[in-house]
């Protein structure tokens, strides 16, 4: 049996609770054998609003994600020509580590918009997608959304189903429980001096703190 490897990618500006908690869910309903998060240099498709240094946004990930044996901060989309691309990104994890089954995590938001991704196609019909899906608030509506010619490869799969190894590639539907949260979010909350650290990993809160980023100031020097 290949080797199960999974790419997370973002932003992650700041790494928080929404981030982490649906991977674990998805590890131990798919149990790879690793799960790579890939912090952004240049996403394509956020505003052009600046990220927080990549120094921190790697810190906070690597620290929040230490406790987790397999799971693992990889750099390479921060020293990847910039924009970066997911299917870019994919190709040279393929590159990295032949023989291995990989699928590609992504929220449901990001998935419903797969047709306006750079070679969206060529992604698609190279990794399996594990989709962190919310049905209640979705419904059918994501079904509407997607190329008609991926809804055949659309399986719902529930938290702690048994996931055989797959014959076909296949986009999964894992049902979870959202976190409503943003980064935008709680970056303005901690610009406001509100609490945050009921939203994000104990150690991204500590290394917020630490760092003062997100701050009024750290805006200022902006």
Known sequence: MKRRIAIYGG???????GHLVPVVRAQET??????????????????????????????????ATLPYDNFF?????????????SV??????????????????LGSDSFSQIASWEMWE???????LVVLHRAHMWGKELEQRVPERLLPRLKLVEPFEEVSEPEELTIYLLNHEPFPISGTSIR???????????????EVHSYIE?????SPASVAEE
């Open 210 to 214: 630490k760092y003062g980023l997100y």
């Open 122 to 128: 060529e992604l698609v019909d190279s990794v399996h």
């Open 73 to 85: 901060t990889d750099d390479d989309e921060v020293f990847a020509p910039q924009p970066t691309y």
């Open 30 to 63: 798919f149990h790879f054998e690793s799960v790579y998060f890939v912090p952004a240099g240049s996403p394509p498709h956020k505003d052009a609003a600046p990220l927080t240094p990549v120094t921190h946004r790697l810190a906070m990930v690597a620290m």
């Open 88 to 105: 870019e990104t994919v190709r040279r994890f393929r590159d990295r580590f032949p023989d291995s089954t990989f699928f590609f995590i």
């Open 188 to 202: 303005n909350r901690q610009r406001r001096g509100l609490p945050i650290r009921e939203l994000v990993p104990h």
């Open 11 to 17: 932003s992650f500006d700041p790494f928080h609770l």
